[in-house]
């Protein structure tokens, strides 16, 4: 199974204890796919449509999005984009591979990381203004810093639902 990443020391810097955290939840989600054939990663629970492979592709996604789009100002298209689907990613076709989402997961991995050591500062600001426009109090440039405390956000929350799609398939935590 694969390695989780350790948890950062209780000493560390803002900047390491941020790195780490979100470098451990990256790590559990990879965890709870680890093992999983096809069939099991497209396991539904109870009336989630919610599935293991939707939440990576998910996750791939969102890794590019906040990282090599907003913050580095990358121009690339979305890993899964559909002008007519806005969740593209949870919505998999027959086709779609467990094992490719994890290589795309994966990618954005690095290439978040890549972007974050370039970054002198946490307080570094995203490349384009992100958020509702029509909230302007919500819509703005984000810090680095702020990034990586929702992108921390966002894994431990799918980690979640990734833990209890894990357990109905095979009983594993």
């Known amino acids: 199974m694969t390695e989780l990443h350790p948890l950062p020391p209780v000493t560390a810097d803002e900047r390491t204890t941020l790195e780490q955290f979100?470098?451990?939840?990256r790590s559990v989600l990879v965890r709870k796919a680890d093992g999983i054939d096809e069939a099991q990663a497209r396991q539904q629970v109870g009336v989630s449509a919610m599935d293991m492979l939707g939440l990576v592709r998910h996750m791939a996604l969102v890794e590019?999005?906040?990282?090599?789009?907003a913050f580095a100002g990358s121009t690339e298209p979305d890993l899964w984009e559909d002008p007519d689907d806005h969740d593209a990613d949870w919505h998999h076709s027959p086709a779609d591979t467990l094992a490719v989402a994890l290589d795309a997961l994966h990618t954005e991995i690095d290439k978040a990381r890549a972007v974050v050591a370039g970054a002198t500062t946490l307080d570094a600001l995203t490349a384009i203004d992100?958020?509702?426009?029509?909230q302007p109090d919500r819509y703005g440039p984000r810090s680095l810093r702020w990034i990586l405390v929702h992108m921390i956000e966002e894994y431990a929350r799918h980690c979640g639902h990734a833990d209890v799609i894990r357990e109905a398939i095979d009983g594993t935590t």
């Open 22 to 25: 979100l470098d451990y939840f």
């Open 130 to 134: 992100v958020g509702p426009p029509d």
């Open 64 to 69: 590019q999005w906040w990282f090599s789009q």
